[in-house]
């Protein structure tokens, strides 16, 4: 048996983790001197009020190898086989948390580590991908070679309404560089080669610029894989929510079209307002 497994940043929604089998692992969220399973004992809202409050950013942290171990070693003792996927390895050490435990418990034949180079569904999208391959009965070394081919065709992108989040963090530097200049600046966030970067600047009230922002990507979104596209958001204003689903319907295009909100340590790192639309090139 393949068990096809994630740490808790692929931000799939539980109806999803269930209806494909997925096994998530959480990372920490920490507030002062608090820690948080990511997902399981703390939400969007509290952050965002604790950061509000506190007039600081949340610190995310991986998953240690105690908890790597623990989540895996009763799976391989079953007697399966482990494909788990990461955080894009420029961003954590989860990756390599993984790698150590699967090289310490003999099992790197059995355990297969994924470095997603992504975040977010970006991560979430190659998850599903490997899962509907495991339930179909596709072999790991099957797997794996298809996740490795889709991985670079993987587009994930968002738009943000705050920059604080992002430049206290320090995790994308062209961000930073951005706090200094023109306010209501709402940059075009792309992952490229597992960073971040800002790939366009909007400017204006953030429900018209994530419209433009979709409608940008029109031609890409019109190449991409027809199975499914995701919307995800951290707590977004419902109406726009649903403005951004609407025109992905009017695409007449995708099979699915799948709404999640982001998980702590994405919210964490991006603030509230944050919207992105996130695909696999075809």
């Known amino acids: 048996m393949i068990r096809i497994c994630s740490d808790s940043t692929c931000d799939l929604s539980d109806e999803l983790v269930s209806r494909y089998g997925i096994t998530i ?60 996927f990461t955080i894009s390895s420029s961003m954590s050490t989860t990756e390599n948390v993984f790698r150590m435990v699967a090289e310490d418990l003999g099992a790197t034949d ?14 979430g999208l190659l998850v599903v991908e490997a899962a509907v391959m495991a339930n179909e009965g596709y072999s790991s070394s099957e797997i794996v070679k298809e996740i490795e081919r889709l991985r670079p065709k993987v587009r994930a992108s968002f738009v943000i309404d705050t920059l604080t989040y992002l430049a206290r963090g320090g995790r994308c530097s062209s961000v930073v560089a951005l706090t200094g200049g023109i306010l209501k600046i709402h940059p075009k966030i792309v992952v490229r080669d597992g960073k971040m970067d800002v790939a366009k600047k909007y400017r204006g009230q953030l429900r018209a ?20 596209v995701f919307i995800t958001h951290t707590s977004s204003d419902r109406e726009m929510v649903e403005e951004v689903r609407a025109y992905l319907e009017s695409l007449g295009y995708f099979d699915e079209i799948l709404e999640t909100r982001a998980g702590g340590v994405i919210s964490s790192h991006c603030g509230p307002g944050t919207l992105g639309v996130l695909f696999i090139e075809g």
């Open 209 to 228: 610029v994530v419209m433009d922002y979709v409608k940008d990507m029109h031609d890409e979104l019109l190449g991409a894989r027809r199975q499914r």
């Open 110 to 123: 059995r355990m297969h580590v994924i470095d997603s180079m992504n975040l977010s569904t970006g991560i």
């Open 25 to 84: 692992i959480p990372l920490h969220i920490v507030l002062g001197d608090r820690e948080y399973r990511d997902r399981v004992e703390i939400s969007q809202e509290e952050i965002f009020e604790w950061a509000d409050r506190n007039k600081s950013t949340p610190k995310t942290s991986a998953v240690s190898y105690e908890d790597a171990s623990d989540f895996v070693r009763p799976m391989l003792d079953a007697g399966g086989e482990v494909i788990i």
